[in-house]
């Protein structure tokens, strides 16, 4: 439908759009414009042939003035738009990665105030989300003035725009659906739940109890003086005076709380330094945490601290109770991650130490810090300045010279955009210490050779400076492009010129550069930094083929035959430079992808085994790509488990127009990381990424885990990836309460319902486990999520609701919330009748229903008994 038609719209009332124009973003001028541009978006159908999707949109001017043919529409798009299938009076432009702009045609007639022009574009995929819809738009008019235009977004309702294809079999998420899916669950009285997440190995209760106040000793021995300050300052949060902590260097008090090291022993086995085991003993008399090393006493702490009564964390008091009780603990794998993306979006040290908090309270233990990406470079480098000043910044500009372009709807001012910011080195080594005391080790990824183009963007704003200061050796030291490179690609998100060129001295010169002064940071701050994640990840096909550069090298080196070698070329150079620096590699699992020769297959490349650290999240369920974690870790790599279907916490939790993420890899609900099966893979694919059912024979010809490679397997990690995180909110609703089934699994990776050979009878027992592990959640840590920090912003789950025999039937994920309801057509509130069991309804036309939080925080409000449920 290339059809473009000018409409009139009977504008009740103009609302004027003022826009104060900001002197720091170029070609921006200070006087005051009064504008009002609406860009009105709706989906019309995803079921165009060939995965096409089509959009209408319908530019009106609500302004009081002409809009002539002198403007230039500048937005973002998260999907590959088809240029050629917008019609004659506008012309559409791919500028890069997801920024596109709009220009009028010859054909243009202007719009007079209370006019629209509205067309419709083709376009990759499909779109299911309200988020979706073009972002951070603004006009750029011959003037250079900048002015914002508001998007409008047109309701999904029709079977098209809620679905991704004709097959898609992922029911949206209605509220019948939810009461089904929340159905075998039910609220279990407290002494049936487990008061620690993650689960002990052992828990034994004693009798009696313990009292703590402010007089309350805390005595520690040589090396636990970091330890005892945690317990302390923790203390001080919830009563009227701080514990002193002392020093012991010999033997330990019998009361008072004790914190020493020490073997532990754990059905037989002895767990000494380096395990992260402990024991909790509380008595009547006292407190001993005992640790196989320091790690092991902070979990104790931790434990510790989850057995607080919750009305302790929400109020500060004179004395604290706890039940006497034996907990004997070790975790099951030694690598327990989460990973945040702050190169998207960015996000502040206090995002990042809110994060931390949670992650230590769960005793995750690897914090995955991704500091660069094409969108951003996050990390002040002192020897290259550029790389912060113009990568760390995202706005309006034509050449790129003092910051990137707008991504991710950003918008054009630099210095008012969540796409701008970076840490100082000393904002990065306040990370570091702050998860140090917290006993997780910082991660930094630098993401090359793809993934780079912020760096690129930046070295090249160098590189021309220097050249126009005459400075051409050291313009040309720490080149990382080539000025030459013709080579053709397209990333995954787009982007055209996003890939360093590894054939040159001086990028290495670059990257060694790098490394130092984070190996400098790390020392700086008395932290651990015992690898480096180099990203690998998602290097476009045609990357360096038409570069002289490349050609060069290929022809005279001994080492490379043709471009297909390169990769393994780099990652060599990668290696050999962590290593002389007493560092491991890490990497996503696409760097050691190899065809096999005779079958054409894809398998582990040998040549880094021993020597470096897969990341593998490539499995989509359905995908054919479900094997890679088995086949690294049986071809001898240490592994780290981040699979997209259950770990990746960008995706949409449900399928919703109203939810934000992603869902390339399907879905992903608080309930996938628990249901995850380490050590047995392939049992945890239920259903494919479209919500058909996955055979139970599927995987039969998959490569099994074996003895040795089960030890292979590092751990687990969550990824968090920001290209919808506009907001430190966003960060924790995404995140939260995701992160606490990770942990569970990453502490516990084997259940005994995970050996159940029959799916039905596997399913059976796992909904069992889900059902208690879902009221610790209902019950416990999200009222205690309630009073950390202030409270977080982790997403309440919508209730499921149903209407039956004239009884309103509700449920809800997290049994332990309430629901609040109103059956007058009201949005409910925290005043609302609460729901506790069916109710009589009168004749009554529109009921709506809503999850609240002990804060009076609400989920989205669903409704029943109008023609579209929702």
């Known amino acids: ?332 794998l030694t690598y327990r991650g989460l990973h945040l993306d702050v190169s998207r979006n960015f996000q502040s040290v206090e995002t990042v130490k809110r994060l931390l908090d949670v992650m230590s309270l769960y005793k995750l233990n690897k914090f995955h810090f991704h500091l660069t990406d094409d969108e951003g470079w996050r990390l002040e480098i002192n020897a290259f300045p550029e790389l912060t000043e113009v990568g760390g910044r995202r706005g ?58 912020a760096a690129l963007v930046s070295m090249n704003a160098r590189y021309k400076r220097l050249l126009d200061e005459n400075e051409i050796e050291e313009a040309n030291r720490y080149r990382i492009h080539d000025p030459n490179d013709e080579s053709k690609y397209m990333s995954v998100q787009r982007w055209n ?122 499995n989509i369920w359905g995908g054919g790509t479900e094997g890679f974690s088995y086949k690294f870790a049986n071809a001898g790599y240490e592994i780290v488990m981040s699979h997209a279907s259950n770990f990746y916490f960008d995706l949409v939790y449900n399928k919703h127009p109203e939810e934000i993420g992603l869902y390339w890899a399907g879905f992903g609900d608080t309930r996938d990381p628990f249901a995850f099966i380490p050590f047995d893979l392939y049992k945890s694919g239920m259903k494919d990424r479209m919500g058909r059912v996955i055979p139970e024979d599927a995987y039969d010809d998959f490569e099994k885990l074996t003895d040795k490679g089960r030890k292979n397997i590092l751990g687990l990690q969550g990824q968090l990836w920001s290209e919808t995180f506009r907001s430190p909110e966003r960060v924790e609703y995404m995140a939260l309460p995701r992160i606490i089934p990770l942990a569970e699994r990453a502490w516990v990776p084997h259940r005994d319902w995970m050996e159940i050979v029959s799916r039905s009878e596997r399913l059976e027992a796992f909904e069992s486990a889900w059902n208690e592990f879902a009221n610790r959640l209902g019950q416990r840590e999200l009222r205690r999520l309630d009073s950390i920090n202030g409270g977080y912003e982790y997403r309440i789950p919508p209730p499921g609701a149903i209407i039956e025999n004239n009884k309103l039937k509700a449920n809800v994920a997290y049994p332990g919330l309430e629901i609040r309801y109103t059956t007058n057509g009201g949005e409910p509130t925290v005043d609302s009748s609460l729901y506790v069991e069916p109710v009589i309804l009168n004749g009554n036309k529109v009921i709506k229903l809503r999850t609240f939080d002990t804060r009076g925080r609400g989920s989205r409000v669903v409704t029943l008994g109008t023609d579209k449920i929702f």
Not at 264 to 270: K, L, Q, R, S, V
Not at 546 to 557: A, G, L, M, N, R
Not at 581 to 599: I, Q
């Open 396 to 453: 309006h500009t034509h050449d790129e010279s003092d910051n990137l372009m707008p991504s991710l709807g950003s918008g054009p001012y630099p210095d008012a955009s969540m796409g701008s910011g970076w840490y100082t080195q000393e904002e990065f080594k306040e990370i570091l210490r702050y998860a140090n005391e917290r006993h997780i080790e910082v991660i930094p990824e630098i993401d090359v050779p793809g993934h780079a183009r």
């Open 1 to 332: 439908m290339n059809m473009i038609k000018v409409i009139f719209y009977n504008i009740l009332s103009f609302n004027i759009f003022i826009c104060f124009l900001l002197t720091s973003c170029n070609g921006i001028s200070n006087d005051v414009v009064v504008y009002d541009y609406h860009l009105h978006w709706e989906v019309e159908s995803n079921f165009i042939d060939q995965n096409r999707f089509r959009s209408q949109l319908k530019l009106v001017n609500e302004s009081r003035t002409v809009l002539e043919d002198d403007w230039t529409l500048y937005f973002n798009f998260m999907r590959l738009i088809d240029t050629e299938s917008v019609s004659s009076q506008v012309r559409l432009t791919h500028i890069n990665g997801d920024f596109y702009k709009l220009n009028p045609t010859r054909e243009f007639e202007s719009l007079q105030p209370g006019e629209g022009l509205e067309f419709s574009f083709e376009a990759s995929g499909s779109v299911i989300t309200e988020f979706e819809a073009p972002a951070g738009a603004y006009f750029e008019f011959s003037g250079e003035d900048i002015v914002p235009v508001n998007v409008v977004v047109k309701p999904f309702v029709r079977d098209e725009q809620l679905n991704r294809h004709p097959d898609d079999a992922v029911p949206v998420s209605s509220p019948d659906i939810v009461y089904k899916r929340n159905s075998q669950l039910y609220k279990l009285e407290p002494e049936k739940i487990v008061n620690i997440v993650p689960t002990p190995v052992k828990i034994e209760n004693g009798e009696g109890s313990l009292t703590i106040t402010g007089e309350t000793l805390i005595y520690y021995q040589e090396g636990l003086e970091c330890e005892a300050r945690f317990l302390s300052d923790s203390f001080a949060q919830y009563l009227d005076a701080q514990p002193q902590i002392i020093k012991r260097d010999g033997s330990i008090e019998d009361t008072g709380i004790q914190l020493k090291i020490g073997d532990i022993e754990i059905d037989g086995a002895i767990k000494q330094y380096g395990e992260e085991a402990y024991t909790l003993k509380i008595t009547g008399e006292g407190i001993e945490i005992k640790g196989s090393d320091a790690a092991g006493v902070f979990y104790g702490i931790q434990s510790l601290r989850l057995l607080f009564p919750l009305d302790v964390w929400q109020s500060t008091g004179s004395i604290i109770t706890v039940g006497a009780v034996t907990i004997t603990d070790v975790p099951g």
């Open 497 to 618: 010129d996003n890939v360093i060129n590894v054939c040159q001295e001086s990028t290495y010169r670059f990257l060694d550069v790098i490394f130092d002064e984070l190996i400098d940071m790390y020392r700086e701050a008395g932290a651990p930094l015992t690898t480096i994640h180099v990203g690998g990840d998602e290097v476009p096909f045609g990357a360096w083929r038409d570069s002289p550069v490349c050609k060069q090298f290929i022809t005279e080196s001994d080492e490379v035959n043709s471009a297909n070698d390169l990769m393994n070329y780099f990652f060599t150079r990668m290696e050999n430079s962590l290593s002389k620096r007493g560092l491991v590699m890490s990497a996503w699992g696409e760097f050691l992808l190899v065809r096999d020769p005779e079958t054409g297959r894809r398998k582990a490349n040998p040549i880094f085994a021993g020597r470096s650290i897969p990341y593998v999240w490539w």
